[in-house]
């Protein structure tokens, strides 16, 4: 019997010999890539924290200690451990596993993660409710050195090592996110890699040296009084955090022993981890960037399905063919060049990229530092990332009205990544923003031709909100506000971006039906006008707008709001939208049919507003 087949939880992984650790996490690591191979899912991650995941469990007791992730990516072999191996095959799909911890899953799970750099300000939070409830258990923080680059990883790292709550963090050094780390931090962790056999020596020292209280007691006063004052600290110590590392992250015994030192010293501790990406898999150690998120690949060579064409692409081919013509057009991407297509853009035009590290605010921030003094800075970034820049984007970028262009990827329902990657917020959000226009393609012609009115036409901020994914079967490139692309007489139906091929379909389901439907495209939901949906709305006299969006500030409302504001008869309406937003993990057609805005939806709402 395989030694994975008898763990289900971390009692079972504390009950294993030490000989059966090195097995149990070269069993673990054949799961994941036979698994992964199926479902897709984030591979190269989860391969580089196996052997911590082991001693974590081995360590503490996930029911009750509080183990929170950063992001979440490397939490799959901790679901393995826990007891939910055996739903791997529904990894990311409706219904099934999570691809990240989800409290509402397992017990064992301590916090939701998706975006990056929170694990230590909840890791904290957690610390001080335990000590104010008089709780007994213990909190442990692991968090990726991608993560230290967004600025609340230092405000937690800070509070932490001042609140001096006993604690554990873990930085899992990879020296990877999705992409190569940049900044001053990643240039801090080399230099401190290089200390492998520190660790080593603290252990000795003490173990050679408390046998003999009073002895230990003098030499640490010295030790750390020339660690003061003479030889240059680091970061983590200068916050109050006491260090430990580096450690080899692929030594499970090592990193037991570390971890229980670490636990057992009731101070805040960050224990320096160094991992692979990609960890035991030839083809994941050489391209741990290709292998982050996948979708299905062939698990002995690595060969994944040739991928179509998809708006992150495009953006980035259409970016680099605009920025010949105009030299101040540069680039930002907050460590995601590659999901965001400004690799392209990075590969012709270096000197006008910037990488800014996972740091969605800063990059926002700096666009707008860039347009001030006269350049036309881009932003692609994913729609539920950009939440954290909303503040920038109000008090940085309108006030001054600056010529920033934001890519606002990966909006809408983005499939297996789920409730913290859905890209359902931003036209609430980005709307709210005095100044800026919001547009909205619907295909690769339009992303082209916006994209072009963005740089070169509009002088304000503006924003492109595009979906994950290829386009549909609407190819016609429309730049005007409002545009009607059917004409009916029956029902107005509404929409915008891709949603139009929705529309188009239930047109067509309604026409076998005998009811005729008029089809109004937004390409633009700001500047808030909409005179042809609110015209064409009166003429048919119902209207149904569908939208890929929570409900709270949608178009749809807007529309309705203009239409009683200015005395127009429009009373005979249906809203379909995502509600409160929140939008479980699956593929994406089945969770539009789910939250009724596919094409059935659409043309049976359509259907009962004219009486059938």
Known sequence: MAILDRINSSEDVKQLKDYKLVPLCKEIREFLVDNLSKTGGHLASNLGAVELSVALHR???????????????????????TGRKDQFPTLRQYGGLSGYPKPTESEDDAFIAGHASNSVSVAVGMAKARTMSGGD?????????????????????????????PMVIILNDNNMSIDPNVGGTARLLQRMRVRQGYISFKRWYKDAFSKVPKLYAFNHKIKEWIKWHILPGNMFSSMGLYYLGPVDGHDVKELEHVLRWARDRREPVLVHVITKKGKGCEYAEEH????????????????????????????????????????????????MASGTGLDIFAKKYPDRFIDAGIAEGHSTAMAAGLAKQGMVPVFAVYSSFEQRGFDMLIHD???????????????????GDGETHNGVFDVNYLSSVPGLTLLCPSNFA?????????????????????PR????????????????????????LACYGTMVNEMLKA???????????????????????????ISSAEKTGRLVVAEEVCAAGCVGERIVTRAALAGKAVSNVKLLNLGEGIVAHGDRALLMKEKGIDAEAIAKAASELCGR
């Open 59 to 81: 360590v503490y007791d996930s029911k009750k200690d509080r183990i929170v992730f950063d992001v979440g990516h490397q939490g799959y072999t901790h679901k393995i451990i």
């Open 137 to 165: 258990y213990d909190v442990v923080a692991v968090i990726g050195d991608g993560a230290l680059t967004g600025g609340l990883a230092y405000e937690g790292l800070a509070y932490a090592g001042a609140s001096e709550e």
């Open 288 to 335: 741990p960037e290709c292998y982050h998120g996948v979708g299905r690949f062939d698990p002995v060579t690595g060969e994944m399905p040739p991928a179509k064409a998809n708006f992150s692409e495009k953006f980035g081919e259409y970016l680099s063919e605009f920025a010949e013509k105009n030299d101040k057009i540069c680039a930002i991407t907050a460590a």
């Open 397 to 415: 970028v309108s006030l001054l009205n600056l010529h920033v262009v934001l890519g606002i990827d990966r909006a809408g329902i983005v499939g």
């Open 446 to 466: 339009e992303l082209h031709d916006m994209l072009e009115s963005a740089l070169f036409e509009i002088d304000c901020p503006v924003a492109l909100r595009y």
């Open 469 to 492: 994914g290829g386009e549909g079967e609407y190819k016609e490139s429309r730049k005007e506000q409002e545009s009607i692309i059917r004409e009916g007489s029956d029902v107005t």
């Open 507 to 533: 047109a067509d389901i309604l026409e076998k039906q005998g009811i005729s439907a008029e089809i109004v495209k937004i390409s633009a939901v700001k500047p808030e006008l909409y005179p042809v949906c």
